[in-house]
């Protein structure tokens, strides 16, 4: 089984829907991160959770939410869904130490979102 | 700040020939340095990472990077490539803090001519 799993891998929607991604992990780490992908622009930080108490805002957080219902299980809200939305959204999880890792990030599959 | 450039979007090669991925970055410590290949309709994959010791580092799919610190350089290398490595490649940067972050490039699309 993956060690990093999200849910919906694809999903529609039509502007103004609330639209929740899931991810959940078995690597037992600590920070979990919610990028987004667009063609040309790499991966942009949207949210991170350092631990289940700690929520931070990345770089691109308006228009989204998250919550860390605990530690293997971190999700991503889109309040009102608009078309620029419309992107490839990635879950990643990093362990706590960085003495072996580097805070090295192990990725999920991805969830592929269209906002109509 | 931190901050990844990899200046080339688009690269092709043919098959068997030798690969060179530029990288490079800015950073106010000694950083961490990645490299993650993504295939087509997958998600991220690390090929390999640097964080300390020798700055030729080996990683999987016959894949190496070199750090230059002088040049803020960690260009990815294979001498012989194939056509399964055409995918997209991104190069990332992070740091010793326990509050960093790991920032990525834009990414390099390599293409496998036959």
């Known amino acids: 089984d993956a060690d990093v799993t999200q849910t919906p891998r694809n999903r529609i929607t039509k502007t103004g829907k609330r639209i929740m991604l899931e991810c959940s992990q078995t690597?037992?780490?600590?920070?979990m991160y919610w990028y987004r992908q667009d063609p040309g622009l790499g991966l942009r930080l949207i949210y991170y959770s350092f631990d289940v108490k700690d929520i931070n805002k990345g770089e691109i957080s308006d228009g989204y939410s998250v919550s860390r219902q605990a530690q293997a299980k971190f999700s991503l809200s889109l309040e009102s869904a608009i078309p620029n939305q419309t992107a490839l959204y990635f879950c990643?999880?990093?362990?706590?130490?960085?003495?072996?890792?580097?805070?090295?990030?192990?990725f999920g599959p991805g969830t592929r979102l269209t906002v109509t | 700040a931190q901050s990844v450039t990899q200046p080339d979007i688009h690269i092709t090669v043919s098959e068997g020939a030798s690969l060179e991925l530029r990288c490079n970055y800015s950073y106010g410590a000694t950083p961490y340095l990645f490299w993650y290949v993504q295939s087509p309709g997958q998600g991220l994959q690390l090929l390999l990472k640097?964080?300390?010791?020798?700055?030729l580092v080996q990683g999987i799919k016959g894949f190496e990077a070199e750090f230059k610190r002088s040049q803020s350089s960690f260009n990815l290398r294979k001498p012989s490539v194939h056509w399964s490595d055409a995918a997209e490649y991104f190069c990332?940067?992070?740091?010793?803090?326990?509050?960093?972050?790991?920032?990525f490039g834009s990414g390099t699309r390599l293409s496998i001519r036959p």
């Open positions: 640097y964080f300390s010791g020798d700055t």
């Open positions: 990332a940067v992070g740091g010793v803090s326990s509050a960093s972050k790991i920032i």
């Open positions: 990643a999880t990093s362990d706590n130490d960085s003495g072996t890792s580097g805070y090295e990030q192990y």
């Open positions: 690597k037992g780490h600590d920070r």
